[in-house]
C-alpha cells in the first residue's frame, strides 16, 4: 500500500498572513522551517492534549522530516482549528473540512 499523499491548504490572504506572522514568531523566519522543537513549544500555547498535537504534527510531518515548512505549518494550523472546534484531527476530517470557514486556532498567553 502506498503512503498517502501530504495534506495541502492554502489559506485566504487575511490568514495567511496571519499564519506568516505566527510561523516567523514561532522561529521559522531563520530557516524557512521550523524544527520539532519550535513547532512544538509554539503548538503546546494552544491548549490542545499533547496526544492531539502528536496527530496534527503526524499529519503535518508525514515525512518524518522533524521539522516543518511553512506549508506543513499551516497545515497543523488548520488541524489545531478543527480540534478546537471540537473535530478529532486526521485525514478524513481535514479532507471533509478542507473547504469549510473556521476561526484561526486560538493560543494561551504566556504569563
Not at 498535537?53 to 494550523?77: I, M, Q, T
Not at 485525514?91 to 473547504?99: E, G, K, S, V
Amino acid at each position: 500500500m502506498a503512503a498517502a499523499a501530504p495534506l495541502a491548504w492554502s489559506p485566504a490572504p487575511e490568514e495567511r498572513a496571519l499564519y506568516a506572522r505566527w510561523f516567523e514568531l514561532a522561529g521559522g523566519a531563520r530557516t524557512g522551517s521550523l524544527s520539532g522543537e519550535e513547532a512544538v513549544k509554539f503548538l503546546l500555547q494552544t491548549g490542545l492534549q499533547r496526544e492531539t498535537l502528536r496527530e496534527v504534527w503526524n499529519l503535518s510531518d508525514p515525512a518524518k522530516r522533524g521539522a516543518l515548512a511553512f506549508d506543513g505549518f499551516c497545515v497543523a494550523l488548520r488541524l489545531v482549528s478543527l480540534a478546537q472546534s471540537g473535530i478529532p484531527p486526521s485525514r478524513d476530517a481535514f479532507l471533509l473540512y478542507y473547504a469549510t470557514p473556521l476561526p484561526p486556532p486560538r493560543f494561551a498567553l504566556p504569563t
